[in-house]
């Protein structure tokens, strides 16, 4: 008998152990400050998104929709850290995506084009297999409207990506590939020069207004960007000269700085001039306002179920879903 | 049974009849597997055809997940093991249950949770904690149940007249003592944790009632039943308590590795993933006892149907366990996270390998309760044949669509494109479960023939039943 006293001394000890190393510790150890970009739940004024989110928690969307985007997931806004979640109990962290995460879903959609989608889903996504949450009644579906439009509302992200150290001042290198720049980027005359280049080498995918709708771009997966949006505003001159010298991983963008380096002007399938005229065209590209629709009757339902047309607004790879 | 019918009232609900409460667990277990089978069957459908149900929130899928999980993991296996634990614990002691009636009020008491869950998880009333949905009423009744149940078990041991603990009573014995406490850590009912915090607990729990709770009383059984339908000898006892004591160790601490990729602590990610791998030391030593206690007895497969289930189910745990540490590795767990992969795994687990292993329990143990030889082998291999192929078409289907997902999310391709390859995996995801539906109901119908209509065969003709070919 002794031996089986021995025995659930054992098992008694060992599990508390256990519980003492993955339960009781990490209950001490880790305590997450509450991050500036937590939920703070207050989006919209006459709905309430703290109850919107109990509608949620009702309803499973947990099930299918995660709360965390990874290091690895592309168009799905500013990683999470630890202390956003300080408030969220119980947690919506979310295990499967059968639909796309919901992270920074705050402000990707229009509350109408939300509400419709909850409704009736297939009428705005066509294809999706999301159920229709029609039974929900008006209040519970504007909460949980303001509570998805809260979703990473406090996640700003207030630097611009920029480009890597060897493109900048801030390095040796970069210091080097700066002095040998020699194209004023701004001038009128290098935008016309970079016209020429940009129809001899990229119109061909990019289109002739760069909105992306070049004759190869049929053929492409991965569509080219629309350069006329607004937010190619962003982007400094040294970025624009290392997307061009870098190309695109993943897509077929090709590295134009080939065979080249940063310290050496005049390698490259592109030398650093023309690169450079480049640039100075592209600056030009981009128009005041972007047209998008913000209303559901400005939908148009026949035109989105056609997949394959080829429509810069939807196929950017900088919007993911 | 004619026993039951006789007497006084409280004699016939709260019978004290030996083998009552094990064979009433069997038999609610088997009620709860088709309601809960088929709210996942018409979860799966609404996959393949999400307008199907308009406008009714009780049918909706998110609430018919919340209720599929839980009438198969608490209602169908939890009753099953509890069944099962009723009858195999005294015939290892040589002695009779402690107390029939605690059993059958436990019995009642369990109903009673899943009688509610039924009505709670369908119209939304979940606390929105993944495994541990149950209303706080109903996670208090629960954690009774568990208690009245290991208070039976371990007075039923200590009354033993046996000096010998066999390994199954091992198993038996710790998950009643793990599980009542994984239950009430991981059940957060009245705490509010800060949300990571919820989350750690939270796949503690998650992952230890697979692990402290179905795997351990689940390989319990395959060492009752395996020596029981061969007449084989345990190949060895050493074995034996090293794979117990690889399961206690290592098992615990896995559940971080549900949450690798979320901000959590990355020492907590370690234990969690070192756990995990380790845990290939105790399921390979289990299964080498298994299949070295089988040597030579592999053809009885053919012939005896329940030694049948519990072969396909140690086959199922196999796999399983290769699956699991690998996919708990960053490497592999960030490829294949958050897909229907996993989705594919949690079912070779529990309805692979421990329905299997439960249904196994069920075919033997009935006619040991009731004096009852089965009314049709042809429907247990009828349901046996529904149910392995229905799962093998579950986990290709769900498998292929995890890795198509998988691509998806790695290659940064838009979800409403891959969305649309995976449609057809949806939909033999969705025949699969007719197919072992169908199976399961055939059980009922089988143990219903068998139990509730008058016997036509004189018992002579049990023994032929055992000659009956594939």
Known sequence: ?321 | MASTLSGSFTDRLLSREEGSASRNFFLSALFWSILGMGAGLLGGIEFSNPDLVHNVAQLAFPHLRMFHVNAVAIGWLSMGYVGAIFHFVPSLCKNKLWSERLGNVTMWAWNLVMVGAFCLLLNGNTEGREYAELPAILDVMVMLALIMVAANVYMTVINRRVKKLYVTLWYFLGSLFWFPLVYIIGQRTFVSLPGLNDAIIGWFYGHNILGMWFTTVGVGMMYYLLPRLTGAPLYSHGLSMLGFWGIALFYAPTGTHHILQSPVPEWLKAIAIISSAFLLVPVLTVLTNFFMTMKGKWTMMVTDLPLRFAITSCMFYLVTCIQGPFQATRWINWYLHFTQWVVGHAHLALLGTFSFILTSAFYYSMPRLTGREWHSQGLIRAHYWLKFLGFLLMMTSLTIAGLVQSAGWAFGVPIDQWSLQIRPYWFFRAISGVMILLGQCIFAYNTYKTLYTPRMVPVEGAAKTKEVKV
């Open chain 1, 1 to 321: 008998m002794y031996g089986y006293r021995l025995g659930a001394i054992g098992i008694v000890t060992t599990f508390f152990a256990i519980i003492f190393s993955t339960v009781l510790m990490p209950m001490v150890l880790f305590n997450p400050k509450p991050t500036d970009s937590r939920n703070t739940y207050a989006t919209i004024a006459e709905a309430d998104p703290a109850r919107g989110r109990q509608i949620y928690v009702r309803e499973g969307c947990f099930y299918c929709h995660t709360q965390f985007n990874r290091l690895q997931d592309r168009g799905y806004g500013p990683l999470v850290k630890a202390g956003d979640y300080v408030y969220e109990a119980p947690h919506q962290l979310g295990t499967a995506r059968t639909g796309p995460d919901l992270t920074n879903e705050g402000g990707r959609f229009p509350s109408e084009w939300q509400k419709a989608h909850l409704v009736e889903p297939r009428a705005v996504k066509p294809g999706s297999i999301m159920p229709s949450f029609s039974y929900l009644n008006e209040r519970d579906m504007n909460d949980l409207v303001s509570y998805i439009q809260s979703l990473g509302n406090g996640r700003k992200s207030n630097a611009f990506v920029e480009a890597p150290d060897e493109y900048r001042t801030t390095t040796e290198t970069g210091r080097k590939f700066i002095a040998l720049k020699t194209v004023d980027t701004n001038a009128d005359a290098s935008a016309n020069a970079g016209r020429g280049i940009y129809q001899q080498n990229c119109a061909s995918c990019h289109g002739l207004d760069g909105m992306g709708e070049g004759p190869n771009a049929i053929s492409l997966e991965k569509k080219p960007p629309n350069l006329t949006r607004p937010f190619y505003k962003q982007y400094s001159d040294e970025f624009w000269f290392y997307r061009i010298t870098e190309g695109v991983p993943g897509t077929r963008m090709p590295r134009w700085g080939d065979g080249g380096s940063l310290t050496d002007a005049r390698g490259g399938i592109l030398t650093h001039e023309q690169r450079w005229y480049l640039v100075a065209y592209l600056k030009t590209l981009q128009k005041d306002h972007e047209v998008t629709v913000d209303k559901l009757d400005q939908l148009d339902p026949i035109h989105q179920t056609k997949l394959p047309v080829l429509s810069h607004q939807e196929y950017e790879p900088s919007t993911g879903d």
